[in-house]
Each structure stands twice: as structure tokens, then as C-alpha cells.
């Protein structure tokens, strides 16, 4: 905002034509969606070409509805991807947690762990082996929520295709039509278009 570039204009004008080019479109909120927790977390390492910071994402579901989403610029510049990926686990860990409480609160009936997709094998190693954090020091302390979670039963961490990881839609610059595909799988629709 301070010092915009033709760069800055470019994707601007090109978020501004989408949206006008998209106006009957929104999220789809079923009425037999069942009451479970499901998130996919990611991360692109190394995105800005500034200062080579990761953005990281998630994206939380209650049944088949996503109720809670989330892209920022991590504050830390990682070594690995892999260290990037654990720190967006870790973001929605908590994410998981507070959503768990909020369900709590609410009284309502729900009975499964919640599920948690991370798409890196290796986050997914460190958050299920506690043993191996001791080769993981230089990893923020904070990151290791996620281990803590996991092994009180807060969720099941599970692996992903990177095909299916729908919070790729708020870490990376997909082509059209991966951009569709997981588009569709948040739960967005097109009033407009033909059924």
C-alpha cells in the first residue's frame, strides 16, 4: 500500500476481473452436514521474493461446510519446506482446538476426533514421534503444540495427495484447472451456472 508497483496493479486489476467475472458464486452449506471437525493444512515455502518468507494455510470443515479459513506470511524464514509445512500444523492445531472448545461450549453432539490433513510426510513424522524432536531444536518451540495435541487425542493427523489439499487454494497460484477442482471441493458453487 505504501510504495505499489505495476506488479501490485497487475494482480489487482486480475483479482477485480475475477470477481466480476464470478458474481453468482459462494459457499454451499448443506443442511444434512454432519458434525465433525475435518482441516487441511499447508504451506508454500520460500514464496516471497522479498524476503523468502513461507505462506502458510488451512481450512476447517464442520461436516461437509467450511466454516474457517486462514492464509498469512509467516513471520520466521524456514530452512526446509518441511519446516514450514510443521509450522502451518501447528497454526492449525490450534485452530482444531479452539473449534473443539467452541463445539464444546455449544453443547453439541459430537463423538469422532477431529481429522487433519497435512500433505508433507515429514511434518507428519515429527508431529507422531516425540523422540525425533530432539533432532528438531532449531524448530520455533511453539511448533510443538502440534505433538502435545496429537498425542492428547485432539485429532488424527492423516497424509494427503498435494492433488487433493484444498488449502492450496490460499498458499499457491494454481492454474485453472486445479483451481476448479479444489475450488468445488470447499464447497463453492455458481448459482448461474447450468446444474
Given at each position: 500500500?505504501?510504495?505499489p508497483t505495476t506488479n501490485h496493479y497487475k494482480a489487482?486489476?486480475?483479482?477485480l476481473r475475477y470477481i466480476k467475472g464470478t458474481p453468482g458464486q459462494g459457499l454451499y452449506y448443506p443442511t444434512t452436514s454432519s458434525i465433525h471437525i475435518k482441516g487441511f493444512s499447508d504451506s508454500d515455502w520460500a514464496t516471497c521474493p522479498d524476503t523468502r518468507k513461507s505462506v502458510s494455510g488451512f481450512c476447517m470443515f464442520l461436516g461437509d461446510s467450511l466454516i474457517?479459513?486462514?492464509?498469512?506470511k509467516q513471520t520466521t524464514v524456514y530452512h526446509s519446506s518441511s519446516e514450514s509445512e510443521y509450522r502451518a500444523l501447528a497454526i492449525a492445531s490450534c485452530e482444531v482446538q479452539?473449534?473443539?472448545y467452541l463445539l464444546t461450549d455449544f453443547q453439541a453432539d459430537f463423538k469422532q476426533l477431529a481429522l487433519l490433513y497435512c500433505d508433507n510426510n515429514y511434518a507428519r513424522y515429527i508431529a507422531a514421534n516425540y523422540v525425533f524432536h530432539e533432532r528438531t531444536k532449531h524448530i520455533e518451540i511453539d511448533c510443538h503444540v502440534t505433538c502435545e495435541r496429537l498425542q492428547n487425542k485432539l485429532f488424527?493427523?492423516?497424509p494427503i495427495s498435494t492433488h487433493d489439499q484444498v488449502a492450496d487454494l490460499l498458499t499457491k497460484a494454481l492454474e485453472p484447472i486445479p483451481f476448479g477442482y479444489l475450488l468445488g471441493k470447499l464447497g463453492v458453487l455458481n448459482i448461474y451456472s447450468p446444474a
Amino acid at each position: 500500500m505504501a510504495e505499489p508497483t505495476t506488479n501490485h496493479y497487475k494482480a489487482m486489476t486480475r483479482v477485480l476481473r475475477y470477481i466480476k467475472g464470478t458474481p453468482g458464486q459462494g459457499l454451499y452449506y448443506p443442511t444434512t452436514s454432519s458434525i465433525h471437525i475435518k482441516g487441511f493444512s499447508d504451506s508454500d515455502w520460500a514464496t516471497c521474493p522479498d524476503t523468502r518468507k513461507s505462506v502458510s494455510g488451512f481450512c476447517m470443515f464442520l461436516g461437509d461446510s467450511l466454516i474457517s479459513w486462514k492464509s498469512k506470511k509467516q513471520t520466521t524464514v524456514y530452512h526446509s519446506s518441511s519446516e514450514s509445512e510443521y509450522r502451518a500444523l501447528a497454526i492449525a492445531s490450534c485452530e482444531v482446538q479452539w473449534l473443539t472448545y467452541l463445539l464444546t461450549d455449544f453443547q453439541a453432539d459430537f463423538k469422532q476426533l477431529a481429522l487433519l490433513y497435512c500433505d508433507n510426510n515429514y511434518a507428519r513424522y515429527i508431529a507422531a514421534n516425540y523422540v525425533f524432536h530432539e533432532r528438531t531444536k532449531h524448530i520455533e518451540i511453539d511448533c510443538h503444540v502440534t505433538c502435545e495435541r496429537l498425542q492428547n487425542k485432539l485429532f488424527v493427523l492423516l497424509p494427503i495427495s498435494t492433488h487433493d489439499q484444498v488449502a492450496d487454494l490460499l498458499t499457491k497460484a494454481l492454474e485453472p484447472i486445479p483451481f476448479g477442482y479444489l475450488l468445488g471441493k470447499l464447497g463453492v458453487l455458481n448459482i448461474y451456472s447450468p446444474a
